[in-house]
């Protein structure tokens, strides 16, 4: 167990288990983007450690960027989708890789894929390290998913509770 501000969760991922899981994916885009020139979107401040872990099992050429969008607030979500900042890549006619930590209700990232679409690009692919199926309200294509969760409050593995916890190498749980 640990202490993360004033709440307490418990162990829910280990460091091996999440790191097989992405040498998995890694090899999977690796695979399936041979020869198409990639462009890995890090969707922040979420995505860092994952993006940072995926990129080291991707064999093939890759353009990395990262771009922020938030619609959360503390444990819940406030629903409100804020613009997109810091996107500097030409993505024309790219192959887009959406890299983000959860897929909770869908609704971030229906926002920026809709975005990203404006941006002409030759496709766009979606790799989630973890979404819960239970919370999804949007219908959006999930390519990668790395694992699925059930529908309660997590940290860790660049997963914030109040802007703590990012650091932390595991996935915890809340406790309820
Ligand atoms: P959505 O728009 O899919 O509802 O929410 C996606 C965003 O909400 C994620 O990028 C993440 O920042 C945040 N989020 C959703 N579920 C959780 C969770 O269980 N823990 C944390 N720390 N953030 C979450």
Redesign the pocket.
């Known amino acids: 167990m640990i202490q993360v501000k004033d709440k307490t969760f418990i162990l829910f991922l280990d460091e091996k288990t999440i790191q097989k899981r992405i040498t998995e994916i890694g090899n999977q885009i690796s695979r399936d983007f041979e020869n198409r020139d990639p462009v890995m979107i890090g969707?922040l401040?979420?995505?860092f450690m994952f993006l940072s872990d995926l990129s080291k099992n991707i064999t093939i050429p890759t353009e990395i960027t990262f771009l922020k969008?938030?619609?959360?607030e503390g444990?819940k979500?406030t629903?409100i989708?804020k613009n997109l900042i810091g996107l500097d890549s030409e993505l024309k006619g790219r192959n887009i890789i959406i890299v983000?930590?959860?897929?909770?209700?869908?609704?971030?990232?229906?926002?920026l894929i809709d975005q990203l679409k404006k941006t002409n690009p030759a496709s766009i692919s979606l790799a989630t390290l973890?979404h819960?199926p239970e919370?999804?309200?949007?219908n959006i294509q999930l390519d990668y998913v790395g694992f699925e969760?059930p529908n309660?409050?997590?940290?860790g593995y660049g997963?914030?509770?109040d802007g703590y916890?990012r650091n932390i190498p595991e996935i915890y749980q809340?406790k309820l």
Do not use: R
Not at 69 to 72: G, P, T
Not at 104 to 111: I, K, N, Q, V
Not at 135 to 138: D, E, N
């Open positions: 969707v401040n979420g995505s969008i938030s619609s959360y444990e979500s629903g989708v983000e930590d959860i897929v909770d209700t869908g609704l971030s990232m229906l926002h973890l819960k919370a999804l309200k949007h969760i309660k409050f997590v940290v997963l914030d509770y916890g809340l």
